[in-house]
């Protein structure tokens, strides 16, 4: 199969940019002596994520129950569930998929950890526990002063192992410049590294610190506090994470194929993609990945507006184009199928399979 046969919308992914952008994460997290734990949330698809581990990655992270199900099924055998997990049957479930793979997870919350220990009991299996702190984003976690006594709480569950400390620092995303990044993330390792003397010197050790944003990943790797880093869009990358600086438009492995339907002047085209096809979380339209004089300016749910200049004028209706996305992730869950393509070839169909995985 060619890239001109695909129905579209469909997204395809580049494997010569998805391989070398695997390659880089995992030779920059070895120069910085730091583990390499992925985000696969990004993807959702358990066969990029042994791509991933087969490259040198130590395991994955996931943000459902659901989702770990999934990946845990496909023989995916260390997770990191990097999210805040309250609900007993939840819980439960966790546990279950604890009873046959090695599962991480976070905490914020005394009750919670009571919680947690007492179903794990139940079950009969065990989880490494990480005390999620926050770190700037003012999300999830608990404040650094307040680690301590979590951790102690943590340790005093017998299913329960404490392992260390959690943090994300996704507001130096926003960050434009990179002194201001570097500026970010200081002030997220502060509190990081806070955390870790106060549970030291409570006589608990601290085995793991797991940090790292798609940004902050390329600055926190270097961090002396740092063990393990958890990016996930360098896979992929997006055009946000290129005005960001951390990647360029040669590394956007991600694009989506569309076709021109309607043309009613010249320059204004319509595509067969809107925000069903993109999604819309940042607010940002995707970009043109070839024809520069096309910008698109509005979605419906399965329409594309485009405003054409220069040569994108010449656009006509069967036309195919390209889309990279304002961020990747939120794409890809649109999607049930990654076309993998080497050139024009469609060489490898990878299932989205925690698609739509929301518990």
Same mark, same amino acid.
């Given at each position: ?213 798609? $940004?902050? *990943? ?6 002396? =506090?740092?063990?393990? @880093?958890?990016? &996930?869009?360098?896979? %992929? #990358? ?18 989506? $194929?569309? *076709? ?6 010249? =320059?204004?085209?319509? @595509?067969?993609? &809107?925000?069903?096809? %993109? #999604? ?80």
């Amino acid at each position: 199969m060619q890239l001109d046969d695909l129905d579209t919308p469909s997204i395809v992914v580049d494997l010569d940019r998805l391989e070398k952008n695997i390659k880089r994460m995992v030779t920059f997290t070895k120069e910085c002596g730091v583990k390499l734990r992925p985000h696969v949330k990004t993807h959702k698809c358990p066969e990029i994520a042994k791509l991933q581990l087969a490259a040198g990655s130590t395991g994955v992270c996931l943000q459902k129950v659901s989702e770990v199900e999934v990946f845990a099924a496909s023989g995916i055998k260390d997770i990191f569930l990097t999210n805040e997990i309250v609900v007993p049957s939840k819980i439960e479930r966790l546990a279950r998929v604890a009873e046959k793979t090695h599962i991480g997870v976070a905490v914020d919350d005394i009750e919670v950890a009571r919680l947690m220990g007492k179903v794990f009991r139940e079950v009969g299996s065990e989880a490494d526990v990480y005390v999620d702190v926050d770190v700037g984003m003012k999300r999830c976690g608990i404040a650094a002063k307040h680690a301590p006594a979590l951790a102690q709480q943590v340790a005093r569950e017998n299913n329960l192992v404490f392992r260390g400390l959690m943090g994300y620092e996704g507001q130096v995303n926003g960050a434009k410049t990179k002194k201001e990044q570097v500026g970010e993330s200081a002030a997220a390792m502060r509190s990081m590294s806070a955390a870790k003397r106060g549970i030291k010197k409570k006589g608990l050790a601290v085995d793991v610190v797991s940090v790292g944003s798609s $940004v902050s *990943t390329w600055i926190n790797a270097r961090h002396p =506090d740092v063990t393990e @880093v958890q990016p &996930g869009m360098y896979v %992929f #990358n997006d055009h946000v994470l290129v005005e960001r600086g951390v990647a360029t438009w040669d590394d956007l492995a991600l694009t989506l $194929v569309a *076709t021109v339907m309607s043309k009613p002047t010249e =320059d204004r085209a319509v @595509v067969d993609a &809107g925000s069903k096809a %993109f #999604n819309f979380d940042t607010g940002r339209f995707p970009m043109a990945f070839e024809e520069k004089g096309a910008v698109m300016e509005h979605f419906s749910e399965e329409h594309g507006w485009l405003h054409l200049t220069g040569d994108a004028r010449k656009l006509k209706i069967g036309d195919r184009m390209r889309f990279v996305p304002a961020h990747c992730c939120t794409m890809v869950n649109q999607h049930e199928k990654i076309y993998g393509i080497r050139g024009e070839r469609v060489e490898k169909v990878f299932p989205v399979l925690a698609r739509g995985k929301m518990s």
